[in-house]
Structure formats: C-alpha cells, structure tokens
C-alpha cells in the first residue's frame, strides 16, 4: 500500500513514493563540474543511491564525466488543510513566489473569494491555476483577455 506525490519545484519535478515500511528517493538534481550541464538520477532505494554514489556508476549523460555535484533545489510541498485567509502578507509572498500554480490558485480562490465570485475571468484563472497550469501562462492569457493580472 502506497501513495505518490508529484511536486513542482524551482528547478524542476519531483516524483516521490511513499510506501509502508519502506523508504523511496525522490530523483536528484546533479550538475556536471566538467561541462556545467544538469541531469537528473532516479533511485528507487537508499541502498542504490550509496551504491552510485561510491562505484562510480554516475556519470554526466552529456560528456561522460564523472564530476557530478548534487544540487538542491527548492520545492513547495502544499501542507493539508492550509488556511491561507489566515496568512501573513509574508507567507502569501511565498506561496506567490514560490511557483506551485496549484498553491496559488487555491490561495486566489481562498482568499479573493469575492473577487473571483464576481469576475468570470479570475474564477476561471484561479481554476486553471489549481489544475496545475503555469502561473505565467494564465497570467499572460488574463492580460491578453484585459483582466486583471496583478500588474
């Protein structure tokens, strides 16, 4: 029995099982130290990530090096039953910043309640957003359409 969990980050996606009694990796952003290029290295166990991490195994699919540093990357993990009308300024920054469209979708939703209620163009913005479209892609469609994209 287990669950998964997809996650957006600033570097990229995340993909995490969770299964009783057994711990899972997510995958790891590396970065060649020969070349500069990123890559990215899924394990299915702890066991075989020290595996890699000691025989070698890794290399830069790129140039074959063997330079490889780990990078760590940013991610926003939406906590259950987040009550963002009670939110500071300072944490709705965050979740603002933090580039989880389906985060800032439930925060236009929760919080401009009114505001969306009352203009079809930001129901349907705040709907896409916790779809999980890009907030650059409903913010640009939200200028072109004349709403208001919070500019």
Same mark, same amino acid.
């Given at each position: 029995?287990? @669950?998964?969990?997809?996650?957006?980050?600033?570097? +990229?996606?995340?993909?995490?099982?969770?299964?009783?009694?057994?711990?899972?990796?997510?995958?790891?952003?590396?970065?060649?130290?020969?070349?500069?290029?990123?890559?990215?290295?899924?394990?299915? $166990?702890?066991?075989?990530?020290? @595996?890699?991490? $000691?025989? +070698?195994?890794? /290399?830069?699919?790129?140039?074959?090096?063997? =330079? &490889?540093?780990?990078?760590?990357?940013?991610?926003?993990?939406? *906590?259950?039953?987040?009550?963002?009308? *009670? %939110?500071?300024?300072? =944490?709705? &920054?965050? /979740?603002? =910043?933090?580039?989880? @469209?389906?985060? #800032?979708?439930?925060?236009?939703?929760?919080?401009?309640?009114?505001?969306?209620?009352?203009?079809?163009?930001?129901?349907?913005?705040?709907?896409?957003? %916790? *779809?999980?479209?890009? #907030?650059? *892609?409903?913010?640009?469609?939200?200028?072109?359409?004349?709403?208001?994209?919070? $500019?």
């Amino acid at each position: 029995m287990g @669950a998964h969990f997809h996650i957006m980050g600033h570097n +990229g996606e995340y993909d995490f099982s969770v299964r009783w009694m057994e711990r899972i990796m997510p995958a790891y952003d590396y970065r060649c130290n020969a070349c500069g290029r990123a890559s990215q290295f899924f394990y299915k $166990t702890y066991k075989d990530y020290d @595996a890699a991490s $000691t025989d +070698g195994s890794r /290399v830069c699919p790129n140039c074959g090096s063997k =330079e &490889l540093v780990r990078t760590i990357s940013r991610v926003a993990i939406p *906590k259950p039953g987040r009550n963002y009308a *009670k %939110m500071s300024s300072d =944490e709705m &920054l965050s /979740v603002l =910043e933090g580039g989880d @469209a389906r985060e #800032v979708g439930r925060l236009m939703h929760e919080v401009g309640q009114d505001a969306v209620l009352d203009d079809p163009a930001m129901a349907d913005a705040a709907k896409r957003l %916790m *779809k999980g479209e890009s #907030v650059e *892609k409903v913010e640009a469609d939200l200028s072109a359409s004349g709403g208001d994209a919070g $500019t």
